[in-house]
């Protein structure tokens, strides 16, 4: 059975700093693209950042130079590191996992709270 195991969200202040990670089991394979999604209330779900096979990164707008996606091919681990978190990135972050190019799994989903 397929598992994606998040972990890493919280409450932090405005300038501080989360690292989410997300560990792919069960019956995943060649996985094509691991990636972040987040949802805040009252949006549609939106690209945060996403790696795919060979390294090659994509970052929203909002997080280029803030946040740094990165991935532990051993251990089917994706990691974002948030940097400099503003409240406007606060929202549902999802993990998201492409298996041979088609096959979608999405993570349960973990809230991160930027406020003072």
């Known amino acids: 059975q397929a598992q994606l195991e998040e972990s890493g969200g919280g409450l932090v202040q405005p300038g501080g700093s989360l690292r989410l990670s997300c560990a792919a089991s069960g019956s995943i394979r060649s996985i094509t693209a691991m990636g972040w999604y987040r949802q805040a209330p009252g949006k549609e779900r939106e690209l945060v950042a996403r790696?795919?096979?060979?390294?090659?990164?994509n970052y929203a707008d909002s997080a280029k130079g803030r946040f740094t996606i990165s991935r532990d091919n051993a251990k089917n681990t994706v990691y974002l590191q948030m940097n400099s978190l503003k409240p406007e990135d606060t929202a549902v972050y999802y993990c998201?996992?492409?298996?041979?190019?088609?096959?979608?799994?999405w993570g349960q989903g973990t809230q991160v709270t930027v406020s003072s």
């Open positions: 790696i795919i096979s060979g390294g090659i990164t």
């Open positions: 998201h996992v492409l298996s041979g190019g088609i096959v979608n799994y």
